[in-house]
C-alpha cells in the first residue's frame, strides 16, 4: 500500500494524546440522596461500558473510548468518595438551605422555582442549581417573604421567596 494512503499522524495524534483529567471542585461535596444514588447508578453504568469495550476488541478508536470511560470512572470516584450526604428532610423548614425547593417571584411577577443541589446534580434544564452558584447563594439562608437579589451577567434581578418545600 502506498504511503499516501495512510494518515499516521491521525493514529499517533488520537492514540499519543492523554486525556485531561476532569477537574474536581474545591467545595466541600454536599450531596442529596438523590445525588448519591445518581453517582452510583453513573458508577456502575461506567464499570459496564469499560467491561463490553474491553471484551470488543483492540482497536485505536476502542482505546481511546477505555481511556474516556477510565477517566471519568476516576471522576465520579473521586466524588463518591467525598460525599457529604446531606438529607434535605432533616434541615430547618423555616429557612433555605441546602436541598430545599424554593419557589420565588420576579420583578415581572413571573414565578419560578428551583431546587438547590450539590454540584454534579444541578442542571439547570431542570431548575437544578448547584448550592455554589450565584443564584442559590443569594437564596440560602432567607425566609419566606425575603427579597434578595440574584446577580446575574445580563442584570440583578430582585427575586421574592414565596415558599420553601422540602422532601418529605
Do not use: C
Request: glycine share 6%.
Amino acid at each position: 500500500m502506498s504511503r499516501a494512503f495512510v494518515n499516521e499522524e491521525r493514529f499517533e495524534q488520537v492514540g499519543g494524546e492523554e486525556l485531561v483529567e476532569r477537574p474536581i471542585s474545591q467545595h466541600p461535596n454536599y450531596v442529596t440522596p438523590t445525588g448519591a444514588l445518581e453517582l452510583q447508578t453513573l458508577e456502575e453504568s461506567l464499570i459496564a461500558q469499560l467491561e463490553s469495550l474491553k471484551s470488543a476488541g483492540d482497536d485505536t478508536f476502542g482505546k481511546d473510548k477505555i481511556a474516556e470511560i477510565e477517566r471519568d470512572l476516576r471522576y465520579v470516584r473521586a466524588r463518591l468518595d467525598s460525599v457529604i450526604l446531606i438529607d434535605p428532610k432533616t434541615q430547618n423548614h423555616e429557612t433555605i438551605l441546602f436541598g430545599a425547593t424554593v419557589e420565588v417571584k420576579d420583578f415581572e411577577n413571573v414565578q419560578h422555582v428551583f431546587h438547590i443541589v450539590g454540584e454534579d446534580e444541578a442542571d439547570a434544564s431542570i431548575n437544578k442549581v448547584s448550592w455554589v452558584s450565584p443564584l442559590a447563594k443569594s437564596l440560602i439562608g432567607q425566609k419566606v417573604g425575603d427579597t434578595v437579589t440574584w446577580q446575574r451577567p445580563v442584570g440583578d434581578m430582585a427575586l421574592e421567596i414565596l415558599d420553601i418545600h422540602y422532601p418529605s
